[in-house]
């Protein structure tokens, strides 16, 4: 089974500041591994994924992560955030080659975005 | 326009009171699947089907129901509601291939 923990619970930061949240996840098996954003009273909306290849990924909106695999981790950045990034950010998980394609979520982190 | 819609958006139901939760798509997916968002907990896989009249149990089934008898609607039954399902529910869709799961707005449940 997998897991995924999201190390903080609420994030605030100002405007144009960096935001950096952090994901790590345990499984015994290789993984996909995703981040969505869930803006307010909306659906959750893919910014990026890393299936394989380059452990830098670029996403929708300015956001990048970088994916560890010592680390078990998959922290999300964005250099400069903007009002408009006050949203709830999941990060998730997939088993690598499987026909089930549940994604294990975290618990989810708020960003609150400040002027 | 690729579309994920779910009926109701919002709905305060009482104790025991069957109710059906729709979700439909115009994509064509295979895959159909519904999670539970609750406070703390991200989300939870409920039940998930992999195409028609094919479903399956997933992390948290239990209380629900879901059928699957043609390829774009995938309902959600509650047959007998309890204030423990009290939670936001999505939809979510993908094809085979593509790894992005779609997921429909959204529907805030209230059992009282």
């Known amino acids: 089974a997998q897991s995924v923990t999201q190390l903080d619970s609420q994030v605030p930061v100002f405007e144009e500041a960096p935001v950096e949240l952090r994901c790590n996840y345990s499984s015994s098996v290789s993984v996909y591994l995703f981040w969505y954003v869930q803006y307010p009273n909306q659906g959750l909306q893919l910014l990026l994924k890393?299936?394989?290849?380059?452990?830098l990924v670029k996403g929708i909106n300015g956001f990048e992560a970088e994916f560890n695999k010592s680390q078990t981790s998959f922290h999300l950045r964005k250099p400069s955030v903007h009002i408009s990034d006050t949203a709830e950010y999941f990060c998730a998980v997939r088993k690598r080659g499987s026909n089930d394609y549940k994604l294990s979520f975290g618990a989810g982190t708020t960003v609150t975005v400040r002027a | 326009e690729a579309q994920v819609t779910q009926n109701p958006r919002y709905l305060i139901t009482v104790t025991g009171k069957k109710l059906t939760v729709t979700c439909s798509q115009n994509m064509n997916h295979e895959y159909m699947s519904w999670y539970r968002q609750d406070p703390g907990l991200g989300l939870r896989q409920i039940y998930y089907s992999m195409n028609v009249e094919v479903t399956d149990k997933g992390d948290v089934p239990e209380g629900y129901k879901v059928s699957r008898k043609e390829k774009r609607n995938f309902p959600l039954i509650l047959e007998s509601p309890s204030p423990n399902q009290t939670s936001l529910y999505f939809c979510a869709t993908r094809t085979g291939g593509n790894y992005e799961q779609y997921f429909g707005p959204g529907t805030r449940l209230t059992v009282t």
């Open positions: 890393y299936l394989s290849g380059s452990t």
